[in-house]
């Protein structure tokens, strides 16, 4: 459907809630195509195509809300979703906190953003680039089995509607290809990696050969891994994994999380979390980065800003509802889907690279580890104490020396933050990124 049909559909079932009895509503609808091959063993196992949306519709009743949502659109379908809408919210417990934004605090100009691909991906080629991916990762010496090369690309429409009088669609894309394989023998020990590329435009992918290689490559270079004994080490980790500690800092300053009490960063607002030479930066609308959105999901503007200035932490990640537990003013990061209640989400974050390259970071480093994978979600989130399965190599007189496994990497989050030291080699890849990072007087567990 067009925009303005779905636009068309949304107010009419907000006007529709609204003589049923509903004191307010929005109304989220998300239409999405997309197809995903996978080649494994040189022949093709899996092919779909999918299309299909969903209608998600929140009324209110005083401080009571309700959601339902249906991938129905006949009229009696839509008529009996508000109906259920509204009786619902009469019988539910109050929310203090809920309701949607002020006129006044709706996002009044939106940017245009380049995040859809205005071309369709032919099955044909999805099935190319998944073959040729495989069979790269499977020339490269001592790959003995494979788990398959994927290729996907999907495009979705998003509209969204309130009472208040927000109104917004837009489309957007992505595509992605990757692959797993498997080296060594039952006799030797085996070993298992990975490799993926994904991008909001087709062409901006890495090419198949590369991503198969790398997957590849990184299997057989695990081969041969050995225990080592519990220490304390620096720990070094790929941007790959960097990532992940990224993700833990954007968890612990969800504004729900502190309205709860339940993040360790809580009582951390305009303090230094990180050294000073480490700066963390949002941009929502980055042009082709794969979360980018022009507004947030409630209507409120959005924009580039520093989550964490030079180690000072700078604000919370807010939807209306935590704002209003907060008593703060939102920060336009409320993310939704048909079937739930906004909540706080980031957009493209990016952790800004150091100065010293990731061989020059690893110099001095007598006895350490560099990790390339990371097992377990051992991470709690209340007190910031991190525990997790890791394999990589071992670092002997700045050089890598040989690949380790078995091992378990134990801190706080809190001493980890400002312990860290970015490298240089930033890559924009996965809509959050890190350069390679090091943590000083990390715990491993091993022999």
Not at 39 to 58: P, V
Not at 166 to 190: K, Q
Not at 270 to 294: N, W
Request: aromatic share 4%; with cysteine; proline share 4%.
């Amino acid at each position: 459907m067009a925009s303005s049909d779905l636009l068309n559909l949304l107010t009419d079932l907000i006007s529709d809630a609204k003589k049923a009895g509903a004191d307010a509503a929005d109304a989220i609808v998300a239409d999405g195509t997309s197809v995903s091959v996978t080649y494994r063993l040189g022949k093709l196992e899996h092919l779909e195509r999918s299309e299909g949306g969903d209608i998600g519709l929140r009324v209110f009743k005083g401080k009571r809300q309700a959601i339902v949502s249906s991938a129905d659109r006949k009229p009696a379908a839509l008529k009996e979703l508000v109906e259920r809408a509204v009786s619902m919210a009469a019988t539910v417990p109050e929310d203090p906190f809920c309701g949607i934004a002020d006129a006044n605090q709706l996002a009044k100009t939106l940017p245009t953003l380049d995040i859809c691909d205005p071309a369709d991906v032919a099955v044909e080629t999805l099935i190319s680039r998944a073959e040729t991916c495989e069979a790269a990762a499977r020339s490269v010496k001592g790959v003995t089995n494979s788990e398959g090369a994927s290729a996907s690309w999907g495009r979705t429409h998003v509209a969204v509607a309130s009472s208040n009088g927000f109104a917004r669609a837009y489309e957007s894309s992505g595509s992605s290809i990757s692959a797993s394989v498997l080296a060594g023998d039952s006799d030797t020990g085996m070993e298992t990696d990975y490799d993926y590329t994904a991008a909001v435009y087709f062409g901006d992918l890495r090419t198949s050969e590369d991503v198969g290689r790398s997957a590849g490559e990184r299997a057989v270079k695990k081969l041969g891994g050995r225990k080592i004994a519990s220490q304390k080490i620096p720990i070094v980790y790929d941007p790959r994994v960097a990532r992940s500690i990224v993700g833990h800092f954007i968890a612990g300053i969800n504004g729900a999380a502190v309205a709860r009490g339940t993040t360790f960063l809580k009582d951390l607002m305009g303090k230094e979390v990180f050294d000073s030479a480490i700066t963390i930066t949002e941009d929502p609308h980055k042009d082709r980065g794969l979360r980018s959105k022009p507004c947030d999901a409630e209507g409120l503007a959005n924009h580039k800003r520093n989550l964490a200035d030079k180690g000072v932490l700078t604000t919370w990640l807010m939807d209306l509802r935590a704002s209003r537990q907060l008593n703060l003013e939102p920060t336009g990061h409320a993310s939704r889907g048909t079937s739930s209640p906004p909540g706080a989400a980031a957009t493209n974050v990016i952790l800004a690279p150091g100065d010293l390259t990731p061989a020059a970071l690893m110099a001095d480093i007598k006895q350490g580890l560099y990790v390339t994978d990371l097992v377990g979600q051992g991470v709690n989130m209340i007190t910031g104490d991190y525990s997790r399965g890791a394999v990589g190599y071992w670092i002997e007189n700045g050089e890598i020396a040989y690949p380790v496994h078995e091992v378990t990497v134990a801190g706080n989050l809190k001493d980890m933050f400002k312990r860290l030291t970015a490298a240089d080699d930033l890559t924009v890849r996965y809509g959050i990124d890190s350069p390679t990072l090091r943590i000083d007087g990390m715990s491993v567990a091993g022999t």
